[in-house]
């Protein structure tokens, strides 16, 4: 299995929703990084389930406890470890489930894969494991500094912010629980998903990220591509079914003369719909892309399925889910962003 992330800057983890605890190692951080412990306390609360009445009413601390590499606030260069204790296990919610497939979840494959499966929560498969990439994304917005990461929910089932992210006011995101840049939107959104939560039915939706201040020359020109790296990440996130940068698929409808960014003389670009990465490496614009996050899969209402017999059998969600991910994938979205930004800053450094 997959338990590792990253180049130089790497993170490995462990847990499972239901087990004692989740967790991990970073290696790579450069010693000497001062690190706010709050401020990686409070990206975790922006994840944490609970946080308002359009999310999961899961109530989990997300405590982190750092175990090694920091002394007196600063990374001594060493491997950081640290555990998120869980909590708040209601493992009899998953009863339901033990040989039964739940549809467009991760039971069928895991089954297949492995012949023997942790049922309660999801087991591995579980987005809590998410808390753990949000403790490494903090470590590496430390290294990051001058680099800022800003991720929104853009859209949510069929709405969505009809402007370009330039025109949006970033202060507005935290300001809403859909965190949504766009007030206005952002109180159509919370209302679509209050009454799909009321049908037992769940939505999807879209965040788009911004990267800026990316020095130009970040990323590699073949394998591992800037773009490449960011697309990896974001489809590794639980739920997510799709990704574009800069121009994305509507580029593919347009004219090159039309999609061309033209220079100015200091070498910055008239236009971006390269979406500030070209031929796989920074060219010092805004980054810019778009996840696509599908509707959470457990319903509360009945469905069909099978179980490991094969058997058809009805089943109906049970516990405690999200009617849309999107609002609690912001904060995940940026923390995998500054790990590829702080791992292809730290490859470059390594270069020169
Ligand atoms: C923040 C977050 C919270 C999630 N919460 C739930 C949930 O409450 N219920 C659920 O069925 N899926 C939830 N998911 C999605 C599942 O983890 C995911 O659909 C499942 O593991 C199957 O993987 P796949 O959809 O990527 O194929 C969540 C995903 C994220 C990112």
Same mark, same amino acid.
């Given at each position: 299995m997959s338990n590792s992330f990253g180049n130089l800057f790497t993170l490995t983890t462990f847990g499972e929703s239901h087990g004692p605890a989740i967790g991990g190692v970073i290696d790579g951080c450069p010693a000497g990084i001062t690190l706010d412990l709050e401020a990686i306390q409070h990206e975790l609360d922006r994840r944490k389930p609970g946080q308002s009445k359009i999310t999961t009413q899961r109530k989990e601390p997300d405590q982190v406890e750092f175990l090694s590499g920091i002394f007196e606030g600063k990374t001594t260069g060493t491997s950081i470890g640290f555990q998120i204790k869980n909590t708040n296990q209601k493992s009899k919610d998953y009863s339901h489930n033990v040989d039964v497939y739940r549809p467009s979840h991760a039971d069928y494959t895991y089954d297949q894969k492995y012949g023997i499966r942790d049922h309660r929560g999801g087991g591995r498969s579980s987005a809590r494991e998410t808390a753990n990439w949000i403790v490494g994304g903090a470590v590496a917005k430390a290294i990051l500094r001058d680099i800022k990461i800003t991720a929104f929910t853009s859209s949510v089932g069929d709405i969505f912010i009809d402007k370009p992210y330039q025109a949006l006011n970033f202060s507005e995101i935290e300001k809403n629980m859909v965190r949504c840049a766009d007030p206005n939107i952002a109180e159509q959104m919370i209302k679509h998903i209050s009454e799909v +939560? +009321?049908?037992?039915?769940?939505?999807?939706? /879209?965040? /788009?990220?911004?990267?800026?201040?990316?020095?130009?020359?970040?990323?590699?020109?073949?394998?591992?591509?800037?773009?490449?790296?960011?697309?990896?990440?974001?489809?590794?996130?639980?739920?997510? +079914?799709?990704?574009?940068?800069?121009?994305?698929?509507?580029g593919a409808?347009?004219?090159?003369?039309?999609?061309? =960014?033209?220079?100015?003389?200091?070498?910055?670009?008239? /236009?971006?719909?390269?979406?500030?990465?070209?031929?796989?490496?920074?060219?010092?614009?805004?980054?810019?892309?778009?996840?696509?996050?599908?509707?959470?899969?457990?319903?509360?209402? +009945?469905?069909?399925?099978? =179980?490991?017999?094969?058997?058809?059998?009805?089943?109906?969600?049970?516990?405690?889910? =999200?009617?849309?991910?999107?609002?609690?994938?912001?904060?995940?979205?940026?923390?995998?962003s500054a790990m590829v930004m702080a791992d292809a800053y730290l490859l470059s450094r390594a270069r020169s």
């Amino acid at each position: 299995m997959s338990n590792s992330f990253g180049n130089l800057f790497t993170l490995t983890t462990f847990g499972e929703s239901h087990g004692p605890a989740i967790g991990g190692v970073i290696d790579g951080c450069p010693a000497g990084i001062t690190l706010d412990l709050e401020a990686i306390q409070h990206e975790l609360d922006r994840r944490k389930p609970g946080q308002s009445k359009i999310t999961t009413q899961r109530k989990e601390p997300d405590q982190v406890e750092f175990l090694s590499g920091i002394f007196e606030g600063k990374t001594t260069g060493t491997s950081i470890g640290f555990q998120i204790k869980n909590t708040n296990q209601k493992s009899k919610d998953y009863s339901h489930n033990v040989d039964v497939y739940r549809p467009s979840h991760a039971d069928y494959t895991y089954d297949q894969k492995y012949g023997i499966r942790d049922h309660r929560g999801g087991g591995r498969s579980s987005a809590r494991e998410t808390a753990n990439w949000i403790v490494g994304g903090a470590v590496a917005k430390a290294i990051l500094r001058d680099i800022k990461i800003t991720a929104f929910t853009s859209s949510v089932g069929d709405i969505f912010i009809d402007k370009p992210y330039q025109a949006l006011n970033f202060s507005e995101i935290e300001k809403n629980m859909v965190r949504c840049a766009d007030p206005n939107i952002a109180e159509q959104m919370i209302k679509h998903i209050s009454e799909v +939560k +009321k049908n037992g039915d769940t939505v999807g939706g /879209t965040i /788009t990220c911004v990267i800026q201040n990316v020095p130009a020359g970040l990323g590699e020109p073949i394998f591992n591509k800037l773009h490449a790296e960011l697309g990896k990440a974001m489809l590794s996130i639980n739920a997510v +079914k799709g990704f574009e940068y800069g121009s994305g698929f509507c580029g593919a409808k347009m004219k090159g003369s039309d999609h061309n =960014d033209l220079f100015n003389p200091d070498g910055s670009t008239k /236009t971006n719909l390269s979406g500030g990465i070209q031929g796989g490496i920074s060219n010092g614009m805004d980054i810019y892309f778009r996840v696509a996050f599908k509707p959470v899969a457990t319903l509360i209402q +009945k469905q069909n399925t099978i =179980d490991a017999s094969g058997n058809v059998v009805e089943m109906q969600g049970r516990g405690r889910h =999200d009617p849309c991910v999107v609002p609690r994938a912001v904060p995940i979205v940026e923390a995998l962003s500054a790990m590829v930004m702080a791992d292809a800053y730290l490859l470059s450094r390594a270069r020169s």
